[in-house]
């Protein structure tokens, strides 16, 4: 079992920045893939980002590349997405997501692929 904790969401301007932290809880963290999903009201949670057991592969939605990164700490079991240039189409709830096993990469922007899931943190990126 796996505990995930966001935090770090808030109000920014468009432009703005805000950096994101999602602690994990279990001893077996650095073997789990790790990403982040969004939510907008009454939409479908998208894809945004995705690191490896070992932050050696990374994946990102076209809409965050160049503004986004991910990263991680497996010593401190957790992962980070800083948050560039934030424009307000970037406005959702985010949530970090473990993906186990061996991943593929056509699976990695799948939600149904993940097994646990943080509470979400809202960001919201005023104009």
């Known amino acids: 079992q796996v505990q995930l904790v966001e935090s770090g969401g808030g109000l920014v301007q468009a432009g703005g920045s805000l950096r994101l932290s999602c602690a994990a809880s279990g001893r077996t963290f650095s073997g789990y893939h790790m990403a982040w999903f969004r939510q907008a009201p009454g939409k479908e949670r998208d894809f945004v980002t995705f690191i490896n057991w070992n932050g050696a592969v990374k994946y990102y939605a076209d809409s965050v590349k160049g503004r986004f990164t991910i990263s991680r700490d497996n010593a401190k079991n957790t992962v980070a997405l800083q948050m560039n240039s934030l424009k307000p189409e970037d406005t959702a709830v985010y949530y970090c997501?473990?993906?186990?096993?061996?991943?593929?990469?056509?699976?990695?922007?799948?939600?149904?692929?993940?097994?646990?899931w943080g509470q979400g943190t809202q960001v919201t990126v005023a104009s």
């Open positions: 997501a473990v993906y186990s096993g061996s991943y593929r990469p056509t699976q990695v922007q799948v939600p149904s692929a993940y097994d646990y």
